[in-house]
Every structure is written in C-alpha cells, then in structure tokens.
C-alpha cells in the first residue's frame, strides 16, 4: 500500500501506466510460457517462491544436487533472477553449436539475469565492435602493454599498500579494488583519466551499484520489477553514475577527436582502448560520447571487480598457508634475476607455479556457482533427450565439476601445483589444457566456446604481475590463524572474498 500511495503521490496517470505494464507483462508470462521436460531440483522446498528462497540460502547444495542425480542430463532450477535449465558438460558442444547458428545469445541472457533493462547493467557483451577491438588490439598488444602495466603496478601499490615494516593488518580487498582500477584505466582509458581520483571511484562504484540494484529486484517476481525498480536506490545511483561518467568523458573525447582531425596524433596517438574505439570510428565520428562511457564502464564491470576478487582470493589462500609465498617467490625471483630485473609477457608465461596456484584458486572460489549463461532464441533439442522452449536461460554447472572427483582428484583439496604436475606430464601440445586462461568443459572459469571471456588474457597479465609484485615484496599470514582463511560470501549464485578482513603483511 504504502508503494501505491507513494505512485499517487507522483501522478494518477503514473500509477495506471505502471498497473497496466505490470498487469499486461504477468499475461503475457503466464499464458505465452512455454516448459522444458527437465526435471525440478528443490521441489520439495515447495513453490517458485519457497524455491528461490532456498536457493539464496543454499545455491551451492541445490546445484551440488542436481550434478549428483543429473551429471549427465539436464534439470531446472529455480534461481533469484529466473527459473534456468542447467546443463550437463556433455551438452555444453551442443550450446556451442546453437549459439554458433544464432540460435542462443549469451548477451540476452546476462540480460535477463542481471534485470540490465532496469539496473544499467551493460548490454554490450554482444558488442561485436567492441569483442573485436579487445581480440584485434588488446590481446595482440599485451607484449608492449606489460612494461606500462607494470609502472602502473609498481606506482599504485605504493601509492596505495602500506609501508609494513612489521607485521601490519591490511584490509587487502579495499587496496586491490583501488590499484585494478588505476591498472586497467590505463589501457582502456588512458593517462588522463586513469589515476583521477573521480574517475577511480566511478570505475569501482559503478559495478557495486550494478549489482547492489539487480540482487535487490530479484528479491521481486520477474512481473513485478518494471515497477518496483522505481524504488531500488542502487538503480538511481548507476543512473547518475552513468551521467557522471558521460561528463568526464566529453572533454577528453572532444579534444582527441580534434587532434585527429587536425592530424596531430600522427606520432604520438594514445594507445589505449578509447582512442581505438576513436580510430574504429573513423572519419564518421558516429560514436555517441554516452555510448563511449557506457564502453567504459562495461569495461570496468567486465574487469576491475573480477580481478581483484581474484587477487582477493589469492592474498587470503597464501596468508593461509606462508608456505607457498616462499614457493612462488623462489620462482619469481628466479625469472627477474634470468632478465635483469625486468618483467616482460614471456616471463610471466614461464611463472608456471604462479599459473597453477592461480588456476586452483579460481577453481574453489569461481565468481557464480553457475556459469555459461545463453537464451535460447528458438527452441532445440539437447541429445539427452531435453527440449529447449525459446527463451529459456541455460546455465552450466560450475560448482559440480570443479568438485567433480574424476576430473579433479581429491576435489575438495587446495593443491596449489595440481596443474603444475599436470603440465609438466603432459605432452607439449595438451600442456595448454592446464593454462589458468583456459576455457573448456573442465575449466569454466571463462565461459566457453565462442563468448568465452575475450579479455581474459590481458587479466590474466595484469593479475600475475600484481600478485608477483606483492609476493616478491611481502611475506603474509593471517591476523587469526585458528579461525583460518576468511570464508567467502555467497549471494544465491554469486560468490565473492569477504570484503571486511585483513591480513597481515610484512615487508621483505
């Protein structure tokens, strides 16, 4: 009632519009709704509502049981933001293949799933402009980058860590969220905006609020969100966020776009992802600046808070075992000292050790319990035998098969050289199976087949040199070794580092 006085309150016409929305979009879901023959898992729970309830209390047993009764078959599940049919490894060439025919999207569904007509969650992961600038320009330039990322590094983390000349508590999420940012705004950005201050909390702001909006109106039926998203402040904050971003970009694109125009980057262009999207343009310069922004901040979403949740998680697993920080670094220390001190991309894909430590933390800490999203834009069949209805969300099963035992012995184990051992025993052309980039239906960390994340090798860069700058620098333990490493926070699906603790960190 009190939602009602208050749309009363701002207008008669207002109020019937919205009803009327509401109202037309609950008919056209019930009626038009059509269903897959996969089986439930969480009936016994009870209704779509007590099943998604449970589902934000317990995502990971609710998909921890569905892998053990149809590890090979599909089952439907009832998630915060939609019902989903989740798929075994088996049908992942299948999803592969449908999405290759444009009969599936993976943009449609983080769509849906992340409510991004409502929260300003960026459409553009279809962006073909944009995957094709990060494949063509970003990854082929990673070679040149890493000299400039590591400056960067090396300002941002003693701008921003500490002095620790004895052991001194450190909230290491909070640092690492500041020093990704500046990092990755300088390439995608560049040097005028990557170290402001202004700049540096939108980038970070940005994707809270994102998701701070989407999980508050998943807690609502999908029918009821066109009007109740008028009264999630989060949703109101990324708007004004988006507008702060659009500000802050007009100037620096109106002068690049009159350099280029007057010829005066001819020797020395900025290298960095905006003045690529300037360049894609060409002559036309169509480009609206509130699409560049919104560019930009699909950037900052897609990178800055996955890496330093990975970061995150790799400080919380070495404080908990110091051992390893030893480890890694008797391997770091031995690349600088074979290339005079000097980091370059060959180095860091000789940190072999680093890799696998990495990789094993990605498989116990994934960023979602599922992954792989795609909407099925016309109905197919999987060769399980499960029909696919147009419009279903289909999701891939990450917790099952990193704790699947026959893929991964000893699943429930942290062994930070598993992938080591395994590339060191596999033949030259299987090592790249055991990469930490790899994307396959054993590592789901990225996705899989062709909307496989097409950023994940400039992370995969900038992580390993931030974590070997920090290792070869500090030793690390935790403030209360009984209680363990900090355990994550679970959001239904989503997992992340628990953002409030510190370690303890010594400089070497």
Request: net charge neutral; proline share 5%.
């Amino acid at each position: 009632m009190e939602v009602l006085s208050s749309l009363a309150e701002r207008g008669g016409p207002l109020l019937y519009t919205s009803v009327a929305v509401v109202a037309l979009t609950w008919f056209l879901s019930t009626v038009f709704k059509s269903s897959t023959n996969a089986p439930w898992i969480g009936l016994e729970y009870g209704d779509a509502e007590n099943r998604r309830a449970q589902f934000a209390k317990d995502a990971s047993g609710l998909v921890r049981d569905g892998y053990t009764k149809f590890k090979n078959a599909a089952f439907k599940l009832s998630t915060q933001s939609a019902d989903v049919v989740v798929v075994s490894g088996a049908a992942l060439e299948e999803m592969k293949t449908e999405t290759d025919k444009e009969h599936s999207s993976s943009a449609k569904a983080l769509e849906i799933l992340f409510s991004a007509k409502y929260t300003g969650f960026p459409s553009s992961g279809d962006d073909l402009k944009t995957v094709n600038l990060i494949r063509t320009n970003l990854t082929p330039g990673l070679a040149r980058f890493v000299p400039v990322l590591f400056d960067t590094v090396d300002e941002a983390l003693v701008a921003d860590f500490p002095s620790c000349k004895e052991w001194t508590p450190v909230n290491v999420n909070q640092k690492l969220l500041r020093v990704i940012a500046k990092v990755s705004n300088r390439i995608f950005v560049g040097p005028e905006l990557c170290l402001n201050e202004d700049w540096i909390a939108i980038s970070i702001d940005f994707t809270l609020k994102v998701f701070a909006g989407a999980n508050a109106l998943g807690k609502w039926r999908p029918w009821l969100r066109p009007f109740m998203r008028y009264f999630i402040k989060e949703i109101d904050d990324t708007n004004n966020l988006k507008q702060r971003a659009e500000d802050f970009m007009v100037p620096i694109i109106k002068a690049r776009r009159a350099a280029m125009e007057k010829g005066e980057f001819d020797e020395n262009k900025p290298d960095d992802f905006l003045q690529w999207c300037l360049d894609q343009e060409g002559k036309t310069m169509n480009r609206k600046v509130e699409r560049q922004a919104e560019i930009q901040l699909a950037l900052s979403l897609g990178g800055i808070h996955t890496s330093s949740m990975m970061l995150t998680h790799s400080m919380y697993d070495l404080a908990a075992r110091p051992e390893l920080v030893a480890l890694l670094r008797e391997e770091l220390q031995g690349l600088l000292d074979a290339n005079n001190g000097k980091w370059n991309k060959t180095m860091l894909n000789d940190a072999w050790k680093l890799d696998s430590f990495m990789r094993e933390v990605m498989r116990l800490n994934p960023s979602s319990f599922l992954g792989v999203q795609r909407l099925a834009l016309h109905p197919f069949n999987l060769s399980d035998g499960t029909h696919i209805p147009a419009g279903t969300i289909l999701q891939a099963n990450l917790h099952g098969v990193y704790r699947d035992a026959a893929i991964y012995p000893d699943p429930d184990a942290f062994d930070p050289l598993r992938s080591y051992k395994q590339r060191k025993a596999a033949s030259a052309n299987e090592q790249a199976k055991y990469l930490f980039t790899t994307s396959n239906k054993e590592s789901l960390g990225w996705g899989y087949g062709k909307h496989a994340c097409p950023g994940r090798w400039f992370a995969e860069n900038e992580i390993k040199l931030i974590l070997a700058t920090l290792v070869l620098k500090y030793d690390m333990k935790l403030v209360d070794e009984q209680a363990g490493r900090p355990a994550n926070w679970q959001f239904g699906a989503q997992i992340m580092p628990d953002p409030t603790k510190e370690i303890l960190l010594k400089e070497v």
